[in-house]
């Protein structure tokens, strides 16, 4: 053997237990995305990298399900401002809802008005539809997607405080 070809053989021994180990590290998750329109999608993600494809039928139509909107949850009566926690009255009220509802499963949407940075809004948005999911998940139901949208689909204006408050939301809906 050359010189050259020992080098070769040494650089693989050293990387093959550097390529072994990258790789029992990479960890994907799979799961079902349900997109606006309701049709599911199988997801896999690792954190840094992710695949997408639809989820099909046999004859190849998408698997889609019926979304409507079955429930509006107003912010200002369930969590403190600026928290996403959970009011105890309020959980218990989730809890009923989810337990009588006879959807397939939820997607949990996050709203917030316009009064903070938009980064912190997607945040509270999305940390307080996380809370409701986490009730409905130990209800028993089945949580598709949770999505924080901040400021970004307000249903009034908000140069009033009526309509910042509506904007202050967490809707929830159903999958049938």
Not at 116 to 139: D, G, K, P, T, W
């Amino acid at each position: 053997m050359n010189g050259r070809m020992i080098a070769w053989i040494v650089g693989m021994a050293l990387a093959v237990p550097q390529i072994a180990s990258a790789q029992q590290g990479e960890r994907y998750i799979p799961g079902i995305w349900i997109d606006p329109d309701g049709c599911e999608h199988w997801v896999m993600d690792d954190g840094v990298e992710g695949f997408m494809s639809p989820h099909l039928r046999r004859d190849g139509t998408p698997v889609c399900h019926k979304v409507s909107r079955c429930a509006v949850v107003p912010t200002d009566q369930m969590f403190a401002t600026g928290s996403a926690a959970i009011a105890p009255g309020g959980v218990n009220s989730l809890r009923s809802f989810f337990a009588a509802n006879p959807a397939n499963g939820f997607v949990i949407e996050g709203h917030t008005d316009s009064r903070a940075s938009e980064a912190s809004n997607i945040a509270l948005s999305e940390h307080r539809a996380r809370a409701v999911a986490q009730v409905a998940q130990q209800s028993g139901a089945r949580v598709y997607s949770v999505r924080g949208f901040g400021e970004s689909r307000p249903i009034a204006s908000n140069a009033t405080p009526a309509g910042m408050a509506k904007n202050r939301r967490v809707e929830i809906l159903c999958l049938r």
